[in-house]
Nanobody, 115 residues
Framework: QVQLVESGGGLVQAGGSLRLSCAAS????????MGWYRQAPGKQRELVAA???????NYRDSVKGRFTISRDNAKNTVYLQMNSLKLEDTAVYSC?????????WGQGTQVTVSS
């Protein structure tokens, strides 16, 4: 069982930055993939960024160059640094851990970008 707790969401003006954190209840060194997803009102959940246990990263096209995913194995925490935020980044952001063919989810944190 993996428990995930997100933090760092909030209200920010367009062009601003936020850093989301996802703290895991287990060592993330052994988690195959950790990722950040988001879901905006009326839209499907979408993958924003992911990082493997080996450190490889993947981003959706719309956030490339603006968002950075990273992991700190010593703190069992994954981060999502979000810069140059746009109105369309507004969503609930959820952390995901994929281990032993099972997905685990955090409760989500709201990110609202205002004009």
């Amino acid at each position: 069982q993996v428990q995930l707790v997100e933090s760092g969401g909030g209200l920010v003006q367009a062009g601003g930055s936020l850093r989301l954190s996802c703290a895991a209840s287990v060592s993330i060194a052994n988690i195959d993939i950790m990722g950040w997803y988001r879901q905006a009102p009326g839209k499907q959940r979408e993958l924003v960024a992911a990082i493997t246990s080996g450190g490889s990263t993947n981003y959706r096209d719309s956030v490339k160059g603006r968002f950075t995913i990273s992991r700190d194995n010593a703190k069992n925490t994954v981060y999502l640094q979000m810069n140059s935020l746009k109105l369309e980044d507004t969503a609930v952001y959820s952390c995901n851990a994929f281990r032993y063919l099972t997905h685990y989810w955090g409760q989500g944190t709201q990110v609202t970008v205002s004009s």
